[in-house]
């Protein structure tokens, strides 16, 4: 019972998780997914706040804390600079909003002087960055520091010779408004699983869509085992039906899997808003049942042929007991722990199938097939963003595994007994 109680204790954790991502992520993050203005705040292809773990020294992305009414500090002990540092106004807020920054090295620099109407951004801006530039006393070199997306080494390093030198300490940021303002230091690292090209969250995606993954694996397995189990049993009836059953089983199991559902999406779904043909996930699930079950109906068929040739079958019969009868009152049995094994099988063959479509770019939901398909249209595994491609593959191996070391208990217990003897 090992196997068996290891492979529930994985899916068991995996339940947990689905259950708690409804607490853990926000609602707002998931229905504002594709809104690209929404993750203006967060930095692009950033790897995770963790990273720094294992000897890396990159600011965090996070909002400031007001230690004083109108007075943030920042603890600036990193290699690299911020990318940006984001003046963020009430909503439907306008006004004039003046920030010193007060440095460790004793210097008061004005960091920005002006009328707001929404979010402003510090690092990115020229002007701003110029103006800084004045304060301090460089000359040259701020373009290259603006495309760089490292404008603000201007306010936390020093110039010494071609050597940028940071430093290091508490900046006092000082805030004049007449309303409550955010002020939010966007880092080179952000939250626990990074971000993608538009700055969208990765936990939202992998945890949000944990919830989902799992209702389309299941569903389709049981959905594939029961048409299976049905088809298998009647496709051995005597007669015409018997041979229409068992004929649309065998086309079942001819067809290529992955080829025949990439030829079927384009007629299944529809191209949506932002470019990617998206599947409704009920009609997803009906059509990965029809393709998995012919394995499934044939192979019960052959176990239910053989039943039938067995004695107390044909006493059976000749006692005049109906085929249907018979099927479901003697067959069904010896049928069932067959079909409990393949339904963890087709569990893991249909996660296998998410994300071979996810790399076709198919979308069909809010699930870990569009955290695939990232990682495709923004070559993830090109651009070493690993942090899209490392805990989606893991996660999916787990459920794999699981699923497998399930089967396996099955297996030995109830189709091969006599091999835990």
């Known amino acids: 019972m090992k196997k068996m109680k290891v492979g529930l204790v994985i899916l068991f954790i995996y339940l947990i998780l689905a259950l708690a991502s409804f607490k853990i992520v926000p609602a707002e993050d998931i229905k504002n997914w594709n809104y690209k203005t929404y993750w203006l705040k967060n930095p ?223 007629l299944l779904g529809e191209i949506n808003y932002y470019g990617t043909l998206q599947i409704p996930i009920s009609i997803l699930v009906f059509a990965l049942s029809l393709l998995l079950f012919g394995k499934v109906a044939q192979n019960v068929r052959t176990i239910t042929m053989t039943e039938l040739s067995k004695e107390h079958i044909l006493a059976s019969r000749a006692l005049g007991g109906s085929e249907l009868w018979i099927l479901g009152k003697h067959v069904l049995k010896a049928v069932l722990p067959y079909a409990i094994s393949q339904l963890i099988l087709m569990a893991a063959k249909t996660i296998a199938i998410i994300s071979i479509l996810g790399f076709f770019n198919v979308y069909f939901g809010f699930n870990w097939g569009e955290l695939l398909t990232m990682v495709v249209t923004q070559r993830a595994i090109y651009s070493g963003a690993w942090w899209m491609v490392v805990p989606v593959g893991v996660a999916i191996t787990g459920i794999a595994v699981a699923l497998l070391l399930i089967k396996s208990e099955i297996e030995e217990k109830l189709i091969n007994p006599w091999e835990s003897l």
């Open 44 to 266: 692009r292809m950033a790897p995770p706040e963790w990273v720094n773990i294992f000897g890396k020294n990159l600011p965090p992305t996070g909002n400031l804390k007001e230690e004083k009414p109108g007075e943030y500090v920042y603890n600036f002990h990193y290699d690299q600079p911020p990318q940006d540092i984001l003046i963020i106004p009430p909503e439907n807020w306008s006004g004039f909003v003046d920030i010193t920054v007060l440095r460790p090295d004793g210097k008061s620099i004005t960091l920005y002087s002006g009328k707001i109407t929404g979010m402003a951004s510090t690092g990115k801006s020229f002007f701003v960055l110029s103006d800084l530039a004045r304060q301090i006393g460089i000359n040259e070199g701020i373009s290259d520091l603006v495309v760089k997306g490292e404008g603000l080494r201007i306010l936390f390093f020093r110039k010494n010779g071609d050597q940028w030198i940071p430093i290091h300490g508490d900046y006092t940021f000082i805030v004049n408004s007449s309303s409550k303002i955010t002020l939010r230091v966007v880092g080179k690292t952000c939250g626990v699983l990074g971000t993608d090209s538009d700055g969208r969250d990765i936990l939202v995606i992998f945890l949000g869509g944990l919830p989902q993954t799992l209702l389309i694996v299941f569903i389709t397995a049981l959905t594939t085992v029961i048409l299976g189990t049905v088809t298998g049993l009647l496709g051995a009836l005597s007669g015409k039906l018997g041979i229409l059953i068992d004929g649309f089983a065998k086309v079942s199991s001819m067809l290529p899997m992955v080829p025949t559902m990439i030829l079927l999406a384009p």
